[in-house]
């Protein structure tokens, strides 16, 4: 039945010049707003190859030669739309990077959707037209790309502008979109290579030598992450749970013998800069962590009680990695 | 180009994606290169032949590209043999001998995707190139062909991993090539055109032309016997002459030298459509539309004899008192014209002095044995009729015979042919009835032209051919003017009198089968051939003669009532907006492959929708019909549709059983519905 009224909304909604309906908030859509279309060199040398043919068919008044010019044109029109669709309509996700330490490589994991039927081929996607990774989208299914960034200072950074592009089929033009994510990506400071030992500390917050071995055994609790795995206690645990791990226990030293350090910013020689004992006291970190020691923190007014366990590592990072010389008391 | 690994990983498997593309490259260039093989020295095509062929060695085997030096130096010889071998070093040939070697030495240094896409705009620049040599219909075609493939290959090297079959890529070109159809064509039905030429003279047309000269001498016209050409085609509204009847004349020629035959420098031209004497209802006046091809002349045909032509826009026409249509540019654009011709016998005609004194002149001293025989004849006879009788039964009569390679002739042409070789074609007899009609007293004169012509069935059209070329004569009579008399036709009234059949039967295939000895076979091709021929005339008479007349004609057909030049533009802009959006609509149109089983399920959300009760857009089939369950009391045909549906969509139960109770469900329900 014809109805009066045309519905729009749902010719809109079939043609890819208009917006896609995306998946969920975080996915983006390219749509003819996002999606930028221009000749390409090779393109301008196209046009003037036509203008030469077309002036050849004007001035010998060959007929096939309009034919062939006339052809040849609405082949760059055709292409301008294979171009365009090549790229409008992906749905783009990304994920938020995870941190790394200064000089290290952060990966962008980027996830490009392809729902339509047609395959999407030979696109670039890079934050630079010089690192441009190529990647083809088969009809229907979903593509990953992983994207490389060099961090070089501690501290927060925005997500650097995605560029997408590509020149398929014909490469008479250039059609590309941008990707400006929220996500941001921190980067902690690089740990200082060959840091010196570890400021071990008495609880009451003298230093103190290391002293060598465990304390006595006080009794178990609850494993938390970030725990040591040599002071699992396999023993009580076998007994607890009858044979059935699924409870897993950490041995308790008694208090005052326990090894502890204090990794404090303000207690480090006045001759490295800032950036060199943020470093430092990063490098300590992760080797207090690694060594299973419980470690207290203090940058600036930040005082961050001895613990140890993942994410106290993280909290101290990130202490690290935002640290503003302004806040330095 | 490095390959990675040694030739013979290759020979054991398939090539790999660049090569491919390289050969499809070499291939396509090929394609465009071989209309030129016609164009250019014998050499120069084997050349590039050699270096393509290299090329593709290099390619499939895998070695590296020949040195920088190597190639200039190479292109340096070839180019300076092409220099040395032309007499016109600006010439067209010249040019494009050097395109033809440049293409092929730049395929020999492609390293990157950009040296690919040059050979391919230098191949669509070479295939606008082969059209100044043929615009044909198979020229056409050809085109396509070639297009469709660079189309491809230029669509090649712009994939990166994933990548089509090769077949698939191959459709792909001829696709876009089919894509751009509608919108080139309307381009093509619609631009203005602009009069060439934007600059220069106007050239002599590069088709190489054959046709009748301006000038007559035994040999050129029996070239013409073995050309196939058309020389023009005839639309004849009313009445149709009889095939013997049908002389088309040309040119006439009243000055001889005693060897060749040359018209005497133009006369008074007469006043077109002068006649005053009626039309007789006996012998009715003739309506001819003639479409004529190119011939670099100046002469226009119709039937004996025109009275009146219609003036084409691009020329200025001319009836010269010898009855000849003459145009004072050459004739170098396929041209349409309407002419009306009546019998000479109707047409009343003076002899002024001048015209008889050209008309009795003859070659001092010349063919004295043909002087001393037309002085015994002059004794025996006076009265002129009956001399040109006398004549022609003596061509009959003596051992005179037709023949299209006659010995030749020596200095005194008419003596060696009347009493000597006794043999030859039109050209000879005219040639001879005109020197004894004028010996004896007769004045006479040359026609050349064309004779006969045969009907095609499928479009009506009439088709003259240069095998039809033919050369007749006419002498005065003082109480009748200008008489027709072909000589040749007392000696072979077969080459006069044409069977329609006969040319289309004595072409192509009869060469190889004697057509003559099937029937039906012969039936055949002549409908083929019949079919052909109108083809190529429709194709030259809208597509290659396409101009602003035409294009009135195709807007008129719209509606639009004499279209002017300056609406073109805007007709074009308007409608090529139209179509582009189209395009760009269904190109752009997102396409959903739907499963038989989801459109049974969007029917019935549509259905639910109408009933009152439509899906929540979050709603899966079963929270679905729970709800349904929960709210209303539905049949429970609704709830056993989602549940089957469900079990099909997500289970593994979906076969064409049950999706034959969907159906039986989906109608159950509307059933229900409209029975409440």
Known sequence: MWTHHVNWAQIKSKVLFWQNPAVSLQELILDRRRVYIVPSKTGFT?????????????????????????????????????????????????????????????????HLANRNPRPRYAIGIGFTKETMQMADIPATSNGIITLSYTSTQRGWYQCPRIRLHTSFPMGLFNAWAYLQTDKHLLVYPAPEQGAPELPYTDIDGEQSLAKSGHDEFSGVRNYHPGDSPKNLAWRQMARQSGGDNDVLLSKVFSGGQQKMVLLDFSALAVTLSTEQKLSRLCAWALRAEKQGLVYGFKLGSHYLSPSNGERHQRNCLIELALFSTDTRV | MKTLFTPAFWYQWRLSQDKVNTLHLIFSCLLALIPFIQQSPWWVSLAAGLLLFWRSEITIAGHQLPSKWLLISITCLITTGILWSA??????????????????????????????????????????????????????????????????????????????????????????????????LLLFLLFPRIQGPLWGKPQPHPYGMTG??????????????????????????????????????????????????????????IRLNMDTRPASIAIPDIFQHIIMEPNNQHWLFALDLPISITNPDQLTLHLTQRREIYSYRQLQERLQYDVVSRSSALISQQLTAL????????????????????????????????????????????????????????????????FTTRSGFCEHYASAFVVIMRALGIPARVVTGYQGGELNPVDGLTTIRQSDAHAWTEIWLENRGWLRIDPTAAIAPNRVQHEVTQHYA????????????????????????????????????????????????????????????????????????????LLALILLWKQTKSTPLDKLYGQFCKRMRTYGHPRHPEEGPSDYSHRLQQECSISPHFIAFLQLYSRCKYGKEYNSNNYNALKQLLKKCHQHKTAR
């Not at chain 1, 062939?68 to 090549?86: G, K």
């Not at chain 2, 190139?129 to 615009?135: D, N, P, T, V």
């Not at chain 2, 060469?511 to 051939?529: D, S």
């Open chain 1, 46 to 110: 196209y046009l003037v190859l036509l203008i030469m043919i077309f002036i050849a068919a004007i001035n010998f008044n060959l007929n096939l030669g309009y034919a062939l010019t006339f052809i040849l044109a609405t082949a760059a029109i055709v292409d301008m739309l294979y171009t365009f669709r090549n790229l409008a309509g992906l749905g783009l996700l990304s994920t938020p990077p995870q941190p790394v330490f200064a000089g290290e490589t952060a990966q962008f994991t980027l």
């Open chain 2, 355 to 418: 015209e008889r004194k050209n008309t009795l002149q003859l070659p001092p001293n010349a063919n004295p044995l043909t002087m001393q025989w037309v002085n015994n004849l002059r004794k025996t006879r006076t009265d002129p009729t009956e001399l040109a009788q006398y004549v022609l039964n003596y061509f009959r009569v003596e051992p005179f015979s037709y023949s299209l390679s006659p010995p030749p002739l020596g200095n005194q042409q008419v003596d060696d042919f009347m």
């Open chain 2, 506 to 581: 004595a072409g192509g295939f009869s060469r190889l089968i004697n057509l003559n000895e099937h029937a039906w076979l012969r039936k055949q091709a002549f409908y083929i051939r019949a079919n052909w021929d109108a083809l190529n005339s429709a194709w030259n008479l809208w597509g290659l003669n396409y101009n602003w007349e035409k294009q009135k004609a195709f807007i008129s057909m719209f509606g639009v009532h004499d279209p002017q030049l300056a609406q073109l533009p805007v007709i074009l802009a308007l409608s090529a907006s139209i179509v582009t959006g």
């Open chain 2, 87 to 184: 007499q016109n070093w600006m010439g067209r040939e010249t040019g494009v001998s050097i395109l033809v070697i440049l293409t092929c030495v730049k395929l020999l240094e492609m390293q990157a995707r950009r040296d690919a896409m040059a050979v391919i705009f230098v191949s669509y620049f070479l295939l606008a190139g082969q059209l100044f040599y043929s615009q044909s219909l198979l020229t056409g075609l050809y085109l396509g062909l070639c297009l469709a493939c660079l189309f491809s290959v230029q669509q090649s090297f712009h994939y990166h991993q994933l990548t089509p079959p090769f077949l698939q890529r191959l459709r792909d070109g001829a696709s876009l090539l089919g894509v751009t159809i509608p919108l080139a």
């Open chain 2, 212 to 269: 009748l000269s301006d000038y007559m001498q035994p040999g050129n016209i029996s070239e013409l016997f073995f050309s196939d050409q058309i020389a023009f085609r005839v639309k004849f509204s009313g009445a149709t002459p009889l095939p013997q009847d049908s002389y088309w004349r040309a040119i006439v020629l009243d000055r001889f030298d005693g060897q060749r035959w040359i018209a005497s420098p133009s006369q008074n031209n």
